[in-house]
């Protein structure tokens, strides 16, 4: 039986290619995106889920208070760790880890590599579950100089994983020991390193003659990651509060820290998604996601449905047939459920083979290595579920429909039209409603973008070039300067102590006025030279800037919240004490970005220092090439070893917001796959609506109707759906942008002009697909259609 | 007796007042009959003929079949009842087109699920029995209409009916093709079974051994 229903269902698939072709192809294209878009969410959320107990393990995150609220820093410092360690019982594990960013070429064999590289605690491996694959487990990071290799760089370097006891050179100075080679760590993670240092060397810094005398009781520097394995995951509160009490207990300057929860423990799998509070990042993105991917299913199921059961009355007379002979329901059922099995297989083995050759494209669009795995991994289990909920909702009440027909009235061609469904007059409504939010939401994201980019963070980042001197450099910053300065080209020359793109710099170490504090601040310091504001074009709003000589050093530069935050109306005289340094505050500059329009403005301090690592060139853009070879040149002279490592104020400001660029781009895809789709079964729907009013038509023609009379007649029913979809869609469409935009502070406004350009944009689309097919049956020759009568 | 209509009446509205399709129809038929029923276009043959086949429901009237009382049944009943026992025969043809001959002819006994084997000798017997061994892959578009109505009676004896109900089976046929399709009636009747055909013309309704005049909805006498 069953083999004679999918026969059947075969032949009829080729019989009516015309319809079968748009259905296809709309299914086709959205299982494809589909596809992607799980691929893409489940890499979203199965970061860092590697690690063997990925579940029980959480990075701390620092409370520091500033100016009456509360900073979230991501990273802590080094006794935490180890108190856990020793002092809470819930702790199973504790890691420290820090990016090792002093070394960054290493040299094997006369070839140089870059590579990334972190010091981390010994039980690294145990908590994120890396198999030993040479060495000696016990011996690993126990001496400061042991370093601990990827399998992909061991066999990079060296063409094989058997280097244990092999030297590793390091800026062509410093001599590690490799002492193991471990399996990979997954791109999707947060310790994506490929070298593994010890967090022993970072020891040698201290002595007791020092203010702190060990890394394990260094409560001053918030350089490490650190990652708990709990024993429970209902132990978090109480970690917590035994992690604050702890530090209130031993950080001598424990009232720097939030004293209710001085940490917050953030589970690793969230890190990518959340930031280092805990507040929605890139969550929004993939819930955004999740919901694109039900709207093109959505649509792409509604088409099959539509089409389905608008060419049903064409197959009603075979039900009748069927009925009259024998046939009964279930049987009938099974015979249509048969069909839509064979066509949604076609479908999806379609859409596999699609998204394989699509793989590389789509990979490049969300810059994301996104792999179709269809052996291992859940992978073939979703695309099973979407198949099987796509099969089940489209397939049922087609045929439910088509076995409901009275054998008689169906023979006589009773049944069926197209215009006469209520039902289907809801699905495409639903689908524009769909289209429309898609569209919607490609314009919000597209004018974020644009107001990201329009948006004048407080300085001019066109053609400054950037970079970070090198120590030798550095020793002779006054010349460099000088020389820089002479290069063709280069139209001024700064050094400052920070990018001022990302400054991720702070400090708790601030006193102002009379001196005594009255509040904990929290401010962003920057050492800058005379030039720096001028060549930035900064706004200088009161005083007066550095003049480079030698009273500076006592001089600050304020921004405007910093004035705000310090409660200063004339913040120009006043006192100001910065890293034990006392002295005046002489300008107040207008407020900048200095991280990025996700987070708010906070309060900048401004100090002099002559010479500050990081380089600021403006240039003239005449000859961007040959001025940057000189730099190179000069660079050369000074760092030999290095290759110069520079780049573009304005390209690092548009890198900072590369996520929302791929957001904003795969966005423009899945609405142009949405809108295409719809159109698809539209275009099916006009045509069978043509063909069941042929006779009207010819009437009206004889009797005198024009082609815009009979297009109009054939259009009108399709065009009101859409329209009533823009009305739905548009408060649909604005409460989910809104939660998308909620992770910017600031934001472009949602004008009305957009959701009237989205409505707009797909009536338009809507009216070409539909006039089509109308004005080809309104241009017919009304003979031929009344002769077949 | 097979069957037996008392007092039949089916109407429909049409502004407020009742339009008789059948007014008053009482008819017996024995098994092994062969009726023809006359009468111009719209005097109700064709819907006689569904009422006797169970596809069409009437307003007033009895109507017993093998000694089931048809108007008191459900209408799953009812259908199995005729698809157990009646088979069609339609002026056009009704065949599927997606299937080939011999689907056509199968078709009714896989809906009573009967085996494979059992299934293709039966089909095999058929299209013997009609000549149509050669034409048995061939869908019914390749077909005259004479070898369609062909395969057509084929489906419908396929299931052992024990009536054959036939409207207007030659309709479509030139008078050659619709000569031999009376002759296989006259043939079938004479095996057995019992025969009840809707016809415009005298010639083919002589083929029966009772005529039933209808006009209006109405028996009237020849």
């Known amino acids: ?96 880890l820090r990016q090792n960013w002093s070394n960054r070429l290493y040299t094997v064999k006369n070839t140089d590599y870059e590579l990334t590289g972190a010091y981390v605690d010994a039980a690294f491996f145990d908590l994120f579950a890396r198999k030993l694959l040479a060495g000696n487990k016990g011996d690993l990071l126990n001496d400061a100089n042991a370093v601990v290799l990827t399998k992909a760089i061991a066999e990079k370097l060296f063409g094989t994983t058997d280097v244990v006891g092999k030297t590793l050179e390091a800026d062509h100075q410093e001599h590690y020991i490799i002492t193991g080679v471990v399996e990979d760590v997954p791109e999707n993670s947060s310790v994506a390193y490929e070298l593994f240092f010890s967090i022993e060397s970072l020891k040698a810094g201290y002595a007791t003659s020092k203010y702190w005398k060990s890394l394990d009781t260094d409560w001053g520097n918030f350089n490490y990651i650190t990652y708990l394995e709990l024993r ?103 015979q249509f459920i048969a069909e839509s099995i064979l066509f949604f297989s076609i479908a999806i083995f379609l859409a596999v083979g699609l998204a394989f050759l699509l793989a590389p494209t789509f990979t490049q669009l969300s810059e994301k290595s996104l792999r179709l795995e269809l052996i291992q991994g859940p992978l073939p289990l979703y695309i099973l579920g979407i198949f099987i909920i796509t099969l089940v909702v489209s397939s049922i009440y087609p045929a439910l429909m088509l076995i409901s027909f009275k054998p008689l009235e169906a023979i006589k061609g ?37 107001f990201l980019t329009e948006k004048n963070p407080g300085y001019d980042r066109s053609q400054v070039l950037n970079f970070w001197m090198s120590g030798s450099m550095q020793e002779h910053a006054e010349t460099v300067k000088q020389r820089l300065t002479n290069i063709p080209g280069v139209t001024g020359v700064s050094f400052a102590s920070n990018p001022i793109i990302d400054n991720q710099n702070s400090t708790g170490d601030i006193k102002w006025g009379a001196g005594e504090v009255d509040h904990e601040l929290v401010v962003t310091p920057m050492a800058i030279d005379e030039q720096f504001i001028p060549l930035l074009k900064m706004n200088l709003i009161a005083g007066e800037n550095f003049k480079g000589i030698s009273t500076d050093s006592t001089h600050f530069i304020i921004s405007q919240t910093a004035a705000k935050a310090m409660g200063m109306t004339n913040p120009v005289g006043q006192n100001l004490e910065l890293y034990e340094t006392k002295g005046t505050i002489v300008g107040v500059v207008e407020d900048y970005h200095f991280r990025d329009l996700k987070s708010d403005i906070g309060p900048a301090v401004m100090y002099y220092a002559p010479d500050a690592y990081r380089v600021y060139l403006k240039t003239s853009g005449t000859n961007t090439t040959g001025t940057i070879a000189a730099v190179e040149e000069l660079w050369k002279e000074y760092t030999p070893d290095f290759p110069l490592d520079y780049s573009f104020l304005d390209a690092s400001y548009e890198k900072m917001y590369r996520e929302d660029q791929r957001t904003g781009k795969l966005f423009n895809l899945f609405s142009v796959i949405a809108i295409l789709v719809s159109c698809l079964g539209l275009f099916g729907l006009t045509t069978y609506a043509a063909q069941l009013k042929k006779r009207e038509i010819g009437i009206r023609k004889v009797l005198g109707a024009s082609v815009f009379q009979v297009t109009r007649l054939l259009s009108k029913d399709f065009l009101i759906l859409v329209v009533v979809a823009a009305v739905v869609a548009i408060p649909l469409a604005w409460y989910v942008m809104q939660l998308w935009l909620q992770d910017f502070v600031y934001k472009t406004a949602m004008s009305w002009w957009i959701f009237a350009l989205a409505g707009g944009i797909t009536l338009l689309i809507a009216m070409l697909t539909v006039s089509f097919q109308a004005i080809k049956a309104a241009i017919a020759n009304p003979v031929k259609s009344l002769r077949t009568e | 007796m097979l069957l037996q209509l008392n007092h039949i009446y089916k109407w429909v509205k049409q ?108 089909v095999a017997d058929m299209l013997d029995r009609f000549n149509i061994v050669g034409k048995k892959d061939l869908f019914p578009s390749q077909l005259s209409g004479g070898q369609q109505q062909l395969v057509g009676i084929a489906r419908a004896l396929i299931a052992k009916p024990k009536l054959i109900l036939a409207d207007e089976p030659t309709g479509n046929l030139n008078s050659k093709q619709g000569e031999e399709i009376m002759q296989l009636f006259k043939e079938l009747n004479q095996e057995g079974v019992t025969i009840i055909q809707a016809t415009h013309s005298e010639a083919n309704a002589e083929y029966g051994n009772r005529i039933i005049h209808l006009l209006d909805g109405s028996k009237t006498k020849a």
Request: charged share 20%.
């Open chain 1, 1 to 96: 039986m069953f083999r004679n229903y999918i026969k059947i269902a075969w032949r009829n698939l080729k019989k009516d290619k015309f319809y079968n072709l748009i259905s296809l192809l709309g299914l086709t294209m959205g299982l494809t995106i589909a596809i992607f878009i799980v691929i893409w969410i489940q890499s979203e959320l199965s970061y860092n889920s590697f690690a063997g107990n990925h579940n029980h393990v959480y990075r701390v995150s620092s409370n520091i208070k500033s100016g009456g609220t509360v900073q979230t820093w991501g990273s802590s410092t080094g006794p935490v760790a180890a108190y856990a360690l020793s002092d809470i019982p819930e702790v199973k594990r504790a890691v420290r």
């Open chain 1, 232 to 334: 429970s995951v209902d132990d978090v509160a109480a970690v917590t509060q035994k992690l604050t009490q702890i530090q209130q207990q031993n950080d001598p300057n424990a009232d720097l820290f939030d004293d209710k929860a001085a940490y917050y423990l953030q589970p690793i799998t969230a890190m990518n998604l959340y930031n280092s509070a805990g507040e929605p990042r890139g969550i929004n993105t993939v819930k955004i996601f999740g919901i694109v991917l039900l709207l093109i299913l959505a649509i792409a199921c509604i088409n099959y449905v539509n089409l389905a059961t608008a060419r049903a009355f064409q197959r009603a007379r075979e039900v009748s047939i069927r009925k009259i002979i024998g046939a009964g329901k279930r049987s009938l059922f099974g």
């Open chain 1, 414 to 450: 009773k049944v069926g039209g197209v215009s006469r469904g209520t039902l289907r007059k809801v699905l495409v409504t639903v689908q524009f409603v769909f289209s429309v939010m898609l569209i919607i939401g490609t314009l919000v994201i597209g004018r974020q973008l644009d």
């Open chain 2, 15 to 122: 502004g407020g007042k009742r339009v008789f399709l059948l007014n008053d129809i009482s008819l017996q038929v024995e098994e092994g009959e062969f009726i023809s029923i006359m009468g111009p276009s719209g005097s109700g043959k064709s819907t006689l003929l569904n009422v006797i086949g169970m596809l069409d429901e009437f307003q007033e009237g009895e109507y017993n079949f093998l000694n089931e009382s048809v108007h008191t049944l459900k209408e799953k009943h009812r259908s199995k009842l005729y698809k157990e026992y009646i088979g069609f025969v339609f002026q056009a043809y009704h065949l599927i087109d997606e299937l080939t001959v011999y689907e056509n002819i199968e078709t009714p006994l896989l809906y009573k699920n009967i085996k494979s084997s059992e299934r293709k000798a039966l």
